[in-house]
């Protein structure tokens, strides 16, 4: 807003002017894209509009024309990825700590619902526990302003901050692989060192008989299926 006179004629955009700038490229600063239209009906000028998403983040009101008695409504906002899945706010909770109002912790009570899998499942979101699906990664970002009000009754909205990271299984697959390492790494020390107490150097590499390499492989597969599964959401 500047002490100019607008270009627009119609609209929100009668009461702002937009002045280009430099492309920023600060981590603390945004480029917002602008437009101005104008709108022509068999060569009559209807007018001229200031469009930007930046209306939109300060929830501006809708910018409507009526045509022959038919609204129409310019909008410029950012580009929108549909997905086949559907994310339901269930719950919004926001701990404080006693005696303050400074937050502890933001947790979000969500529901997906996949029509191409019939997936419908509720999962908690909050600090350090995102939910990772279909190649996506939602993270608890910040609650809305209407979380202030803790009344039973009182409407809460959340802020999910989705990030899409093509290689985001290569560091776990390289925690697998040192996992692995590790074990092999302990296991035979440990062999060596049962061998030695026993009495037994040709047992080296082998211990416990059939039955406790069977229990070794199922707590393995075990820890293993564990932690796959909540790495993809689903424990």
Request: with cysteine; glycine share 8%; hydrophobic share 40%.
């Amino acid at each position: 807003m500047v002490d100019a006179p607008a270009v627009a004629t119609q609209g929100t955009g009668t009461k702002l002017v937009a002045e280009p700038q430099p492309e920023a490229h600060a981590e603390d600063s945004r480029n917002m894209p602008f437009a101005y239209i104008e709108l022509l009906k068999n060569g009559e000028n209807l007018g001229t509009w200031l469009v930007s998403p930046w209306m939109g983040l300060f929830k501006m009101a809708p910018q409507e024309v009526t045509v022959d008695g038919k609204k129409y409504r310019a909008e410029f906002r950012f580009e929108r990825y549909y997905k086949p899945f559907s994310v339901k706010l269930l719950k919004a909770t926001n701990d404080y700590y006693p005696g303050t109002e400074i937050p502890k912790n933001f947790k979000s009570r969500i529901r997906i619902l996949d029509s191409t899998t019939n997936e419908a499942r509720e999962v908690d979101i909050y600090m350090n526990h995102p939910l990772r699906y279909a190649g996506s990664t939602f993270y608890q970002y910040q609650m809305g302003a209407d979380e202030m009000d803790r009344s039973e009754n009182a409407a809460k909205t959340s802020t999910l901050q989705v990030v899409h990271n093509p290689g985001w299984l290569t560091p776990y697959a390289g925690c697998y692989i040192v996992a692995i390492g590790m074990y092999m790494q302990f296991r035979q020390h440990l062999t060596r060192f049962l061998a030695k107490r026993l009495g037994n150097e040709s047992a080296k590499g082998r211990w416990g008989g059939w039955i406790g390499r069977l229990a070794e492989v199922v707590v393995l597969g075990y820890l293993l299926l564990r932690f796959s599964l909540k790495l993809f959401g689903y424990y």
